[in-house]
């Protein structure tokens, strides 16, 4: 069965720094292009970051370029989202999606929620 | 705001169709047929339910169609049923570097 597995999320406090993680499992994870999106409470879905097969490449939303990072082990077949600098408008549920290339997303895990506050 | 502008909601009785619109510009729906649609239940992780402005992936039901015209971009729910209420979500590829943007979203609701 093909699955996407978040963990990492939680409480911190403004300027805080969170490391969120992916297990991906039941297909090649190494050949597919790996996503971030967030999902504010109450709110749509927004694209955060993406990284190419072998994680060479990375392009992140202009929100959160500069203080995010995302990455991946291939290896372990599991993807990462390290956020630094964390603000109240971060707050939301992230999900890590599987990519068809870098639009179409064809497999979402079922999020792990994040919430910056004091 | 969002970059692609759909209704808050739509609604229709048991068996009917509905469509829900999804409004961009020619930097990105009008630009591409790379238009997707995200079926989302509460609580739950969206779902793919079209990709390519109107391909279907293997298991979703026929009932689902997408189509283009212009910047606008649509999905039609033939059919309605009471398991289709949900969130629905369009998103375009964009030439800008972040490549995808989504709408705001669509509550489904069956009468």
């Known amino acids: 069965e093909v699955q996407l597995v978040e963990s990492g999320g939680g409480l911190v406090q403004p300027g805080g720094s969170l490391r969120l993680s992916c297990a991906a499992s039941g297909f090649t994870f190494d050949t597919y292009w790996m996503h971030w999106v967030r999902q504010a409470p109450g709110k749509g879905l927004v694209w955060v970051s993406r990284?190419?097969?072998?994680?060479?490449?990375?392009t992140y939303a202009d929100s959160v370029r500069g203080r995010f990072t995302i990455s991946r082990d291939n290896a372990e077949n599991t993807l990462h989202l390290q956020m630094s600098s964390l603000r109240a408008e971060d707050t939301a549920r992230y999900y890590c999606?599987?990519?068809?290339?870098?639009?179409?997303?064809?497999?979402w895990g079922q999020g792990t929620m994040v919430t910056v506050s004091s | 705001q969002s970059a692609l502008t759909q209704p808050a909601s739509v609604s229709g009785s048991p068996g009917q169709s509905i469509t829900i619109s999804c409004t961009g510009t020619?930097?990105?729906?009008?630009?591409?047929?790379?238009v997707t649609w995200y079926q989302q239940h509460p609580g739950k992780a969206p779902k793919l339910m079209i990709y390519?402005?109107?391909k279907r992936p293997s298991g979703v039901s026929n009932r689902f169609s997408g189509s283009k015209s212009g910047n606008t971009a649509s999905l039609t729910i033939s059919g309605l049923q009471a398991e289709d209420e949900a969130d629905y979500y369009c998103?375009?590829?964009?030439?800008?570097?972040?490549?995808?943007?989504f709408g705001g979203g669509t509550k489904v609701t069956a009468l």
């Open positions: 990284i190419n097969t072998d994680g060479s490449s990375t």
């Open positions: 390519d402005v109107n």
């Open positions: 020619s930097s990105d729906v009008g630009g591409y047929n790379f």
């Open positions: 998103s375009s590829y964009t030439g800008s570097s972040t490549h995808v943007v």
């Open positions: 999606a599987r990519g068809l290339g870098i639009r179409v997303f064809d497999v």
